[in-house]
């Protein structure tokens, strides 16, 4: 399977926003009641903001086979806001390569450690990635009370041309 990444475009936000939904509401049942799962969606019910908030950070787009299947998005250099995978294609390194792009994105611009407010969802696939648990916290959202647990990760320094290693 080939996985190819491109940046966002405004156009993907219709898309991007219906794999959100759907990766929140099949992927996250398991941790997070229904009431705090359509909590977490609402929060990308306004397509436009949601639209606007991706452009505004770096936000990078996995395709297979010309179908749209995951995004990521970083914000200031420092903070993974959004991964979301499609429930169809799960465990198939669709996470994992829109965020080796995003490390190494991120360290070629000066980044020295990402952190993310990872669902309980998504802690295996940080740790199994290196990122290291930070804190647990909620937040409230809609009435709900979402956990989510603060990790964060030290990047290595881009390796200098020539640099034998
Ligand atoms: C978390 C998520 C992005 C992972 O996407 P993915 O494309 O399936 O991840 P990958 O295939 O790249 O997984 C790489 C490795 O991470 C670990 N991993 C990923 N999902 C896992 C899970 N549900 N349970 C345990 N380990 C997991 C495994 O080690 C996996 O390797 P393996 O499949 O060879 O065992 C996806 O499940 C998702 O969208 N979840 C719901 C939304 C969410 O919680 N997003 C995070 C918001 S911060």
């Not at 475009?9 to 990766?23: E, H, N």
């Not at 992927?27 to 606007?52: K, N, P, S």
């Not at 995004?71 to 799960?90: A, G, K, M, T």
Request: net charge negative; proline share 4%; glycine share 4%.
């Amino acid at each position: 399977m080939t996985i190819s990444l491109r940046p966002y475009l405004a156009s993907d936000a219709p898309i991007l926003a219906a794999i959100y939904a759907a990766a929140i509401d099949e992927l996250t049942a398991e941790d997070y009641t229904d009431e705090q799962r359509y909590a977490w969606i609402a929060l990308a019910e306004d397509e436009q903001t949601f639209g606007q908030r991706l452009a505004s950070s770096l936000t990078l787009v996995a395709l297979v086979e010309g179908e749209t299947v995951g995004f990521v998005s970083l914000r200031d250099n420092q903070l993974i806001e959004h991964l979301y995978v499609s429930p169809n294609i799960i465990r198939e390194g669709v996470a994992t390569a829109l965020c080796d792009a995003l490390e190494k994105l991120a360290t070629a611009r000066g980044a020295q450690k990402l952190t993310v407010d990872s669902s309980d969802t998504a802690e295996p696939f940080f740790k199994e990635r290196g990122y290291v648990l930070q804190s647990r916290n909620t937040r409230i959202v809609d009435e709900q009370w979402l956990a989510y647990m603060t990790m964060s990760k030290d990047l290595s320094p881009p390796v200098a041309p020539g640099t034998v290693q």
